[in-house]
């Protein structure tokens, strides 16, 4: 795990310590958020692929890839945000995530953002943040998918999207927990063949899933 509370070592030669940027991996999985070190106001969690001009094609049109949450809130209540079926969610009443809108190109210089309510941490129990192919080809590789998550008062956070599965339409990409009152970021990038229903059974969410259209 990432310690944010531990000063970084400084760079050869002296100098600023760069917080620009907390990269999860495989080997350093997680970040905990605490009040004061990102753990407060409004995170932004942010998806950015690549568009068309790197050839992510199906008959003609760009593969549209899109962000979105599972939520669970502290009274035990549970949902999902996301384009499809027009589920934006809400900021300022449960489940304090917001979608921002949907990009549906990858053309968009600031791709797809999820809102995130920390102000509210102490009625947020978990958050699962995930991506998927609605339309297109499933190619993850071509898509160079990232996510980056901006806590206040602290780094952004990075989750890569390099590692692929073949026809996988969705990707489990970071689960969120609040664990006494600290926020817990871990890197999933766990490739499933369907989309909600799968992420819901992998992740043990318990809903009650309808077909959809946005």
Same mark, same amino acid.
């Given at each position: 795990m990432v310690d944010y509370t531990r000063p970084s070592s400084p760079p050869p030669g002296g100098g600023p310590v760069s917080t620009s940027k907390v990269t999860l991996?495989?080997?350093a999985p997680s970040v905990s958020l605490t009040k004061g070190r990102g753990a407060g106001g409004q995170?932004? #969690? $942010?998806l950015n692929w690549e568009s068309g001009?790197?050839?992510l094609f199906s008959k003609g049109s760009a593969v549209d890839l899109d962000l979105g949450c599972l939520w669970e809130t502290a009274d035990g209540s549970k949902g999902v945000v996301q384009a499809l079926g027009n589920a934006f969610g809400a900021l300022d009443r449960p %489940?304090? /995530?917001?979608?921002? *809108?949907?990009?549906?190109? *990858?053309?968009?210089s600031g791709g797809e953002n999820l809102l995130v309510n920390?102000?509210?941490?102490? +009625?947020?129990?978990? /958050?699962?943040v995930f991506a998927y192919i609605y339309e297109g080809a499933p190619n993850w590789a071509a898509a $160079?998918? /990232? #996510?980056?998550?901006? %806590? +206040?008062g602290a780094a952004p956070i990075e989750v890569r999207l390099d590692e692929h599965a073949q026809g996988a339409r969705s990707c489990a990409i970071a689960l969120l927990t609040n664990q006494g009152g600290s926020?817990? /970021?871990q890197r999933e990038i766990r490739y499933l063949p369907g989309? +909600?229903?799968d992420l819901d059974g992998a992740y043990g969410w318990g809903l009650n899933w309808t077909s959809g259209r946005k």
């Open positions: 991996t495989k080997s995170m932004r #969690v $942010n001009r790197r050839g %489940p304090y /995530v917001l979608l921002d *809108g949907d990009d549906r190109s *990858g053309a968009k920390l102000d509210h941490l102490d +009625q947020i129990r978990r /958050v699962l $160079n998918g /990232v #996510v980056t998550l901006y %806590p +206040q926020l817990t /970021v989309v +909600q229903r």
